[in-house]
Structure formats: C-alpha cells, structure tokens
C-alpha cells in the first residue's frame, strides 16, 4: 500500500522565518510528487515533481526531489502571514488504473505570527 | 465562475439518513474522484470515475456510493449516515486524456452526522 508522510505535523513561525516542510513516501512505481496548499477551502496546486535533483520554484516558494531517498522538501523563505495554511504533499502511480489517483500525506499546519 | 462545484457546502443530518453530495466540472475533465478529509489525516480517496462508464473504489468505499451521471457530473451517497461519517468531503477533477498529473478540487462540503 502507498505511503505518504510528512514531518512536521504543524510549525508556527514568525515573519521573515524561512521554514522546510518534509514529505516521504513509500509507492509502488513512482510516477510524480505534488505539494498543494490549502488554506480555508480547497486545496490548490503548487508543484509537480518528476525528476530528481531539480527545483521547482515560484517567488519564495521551492521543491525539489529525491528519488533515490524517496523524499521531497518544500521550503518557504522569507514567510508572511499569508503563507499560513496547511501544506499537502501528494504522490502519483505510474500506469494502470492507478494512473492520476493520488495518495495524500497527512498534511504539515504552517502558522505564521506577524 | 468556478470550474469544480459542490451542492451542498454545509450539511446536517442525522443518522440513518440518506444523503447525496453532488459535484459538477465545467474543465472537461476525463477523471473525477471523491474525498473526503478529516484533522490530521490528510485526505483520503472514496471513489474515483475514469469516465462515465468506469468507477473505481478507494482506500475508504465502506458506507459510499457514486454515481457518474454525465461526464460533467460525479454524486456521491451516503446510504445510512453515521457520526464518523462527519467530515469536509473534496470533490476532484484531472484530464488524462492530456497526460495531467494534476488534481483541481472544489470548494468541498462540510457534512455533520448528529
């Protein structure tokens, strides 16, 4: 069965702070990695990772990959208030009927105090 | 206007009840999936439809029905409502048939089983 976790579980931080969110996993041929962040409502996409060893960035955000550890980080620089909400970190099959079904990790709570 | 809708997005109901969350895409989108979250689980997948004619159980199908009506058009029932049924339940659409690893989600549903 696919695993996803990811570490920590919730981090409060003050403006300014730069924070790594984690994410390990555990699939049956791997396919891609996918970090969404949802505040209120639905979650929304961020990233999707493929390939090892190359970063994803946009503005303050970046990911980056490693297969060969079976990990992922999410790093946020430079945080503001908006940035609070809970990061999910997802992963994909490969082929099958287990094409574009998605095995979610718990999920990383970021607070982050004016 | 939002590409992936939810009816109801608030809802109470009692146990032993039926109840029907009804979700609709205007993305053209192949593949729609049901989840539903609860705190410190992430999210988790109930059913997933790769198109009106195949539907697929989840990790969690125990207790749910689907329903694909059209392509535009994913139901999910509650047979029987129960309290551990009391969660926030995700709609989600991906387009494989473009190669989209990528999962657009509605607004969700919050549904409380008294």
């Known amino acids: 069965e696919d695993k996803v976790v990811q570490s920590p579980l919730s981090l409060v931080v003050h403006e300014g702070d730069t924070v790594t969110l984690n994410c390990s996993y555990e699939v049956t041929n791997f396919r891609s990695l996918l970090w969404y962040k949802q505040e209120k409502k639905a979650p929304t996409f961020l990233f999707m990772l493929t390939s090892s060893g190359i970063e994803k960035k946009s503005g303050r955000l970046s990911s980056i990959l490693d297969k060969k550890e079976l990990f992922s980080i999410l790093n946020i620089t430079a945080t503001q208030t908006g940035d609070s909400a809970v990061y999910l970190c997802a992963v994909n099959r490969a082929g099958g009927t287990s094409y574009g079904k998605l095995t979610f990790g718990q999920g990383t709570i970021l607070t982050v105090h004016p | 206007d939002a590409d992936v809708t939810q009816t109801p997005r608030n809802r109470i109901t009692k146990t032993g009840k039926r109840i029907m969350l009804e979700c609709s895409q205007t993305k053209g989108h192949d593949r729609m999936y049901w989840y539903r979250q609860d705190p410190g689980l992430g999210l988790r997948l109930i059913y997933y439809s790769f198109d009106v004619k195949d539907i697929n159980k989840g990790e969690i199908s125990d207790g749910y029905s689907v329903s694909r009506q059209a392509q535009a058009k994913f139901s999910l029932s509650l047979e029987s409502a129960i309290p551990n049924q009391t969660a926030l339940y995700f709609c989600?659409?991906?387009?494989?048939?473009?190669?989209?690893?990528?999962?657009?989600f509605g607004p969700g549903t919050r549904l409380t089983v008294t």
């Open positions: 989600a659409t991906s387009n494989y048939r473009q190669g989209s690893y990528e999962q657009y």
